[in-house]
């Protein structure tokens, strides 16, 4: 993996953000973006992306512990939606299940959001690590 990789904890009201290193072995919290779905919102993401040399964004996905949408789940794909068309890099939605829980224990000086992002995108990133040893 050459380029970075975004992790985004989609809410409404802010979006927890993470990203990886650029070999896609460590996943950072990063500051959380306040609105992300407006235009301000989204041009920071798209600066983020810039900036860090992000090839590709993945977003959290609420699924309800039996794997079915809700209205959250609903109203992120569609955010991912909006997002892919701002941005010049493929967005990917990934089973965010637990990955707030697991921000709940951890310490750190960044949003338990971006935590979570970060929960997230090492989840992803072991996922995609364990699908190439297969290949």
Known sequence: MSARVLALDYG???????VSDPTGVLASPLEAVPLP????????????VAELDVGR???????SLS???????RETRDFAI?????????VELYD??????????DDGL???DSR???????????????????A
Do not use: K, M, N, Y
């Not at 409404?12 to 993470?18: D, L």
């Not at 794997?67 to 789940?73: K, M, P």
């Open 110 to 112: 960044a949003s338990e």
């Open 57 to 63: 964004v993945v977003v959290g996905l609420p699924l």
């Open 82 to 90: 909006r997002l892919q068309s701002a941005l010049p890099v493929p």
């Open 96 to 105: 965010e299940r637990f990955t707030a829980r697991l921000a709940q224990r």
């Open 12 to 18: 409404r009201a802010r979006c927890g953000c993470a």
């Open 37 to 48: 779905g407006s235009r301000r919102g989204l041009g920071r993401l798209r600066a983020l």
């Open 116 to 134: 979570a992002a970060a929960h997230l995108l090492a989840g992803w990133l072991a996922r995609r690590e364990t699908e190439a040893g297969r």
């Open 67 to 73: 794997g079915q949408d809700s209205a959250q789940t």
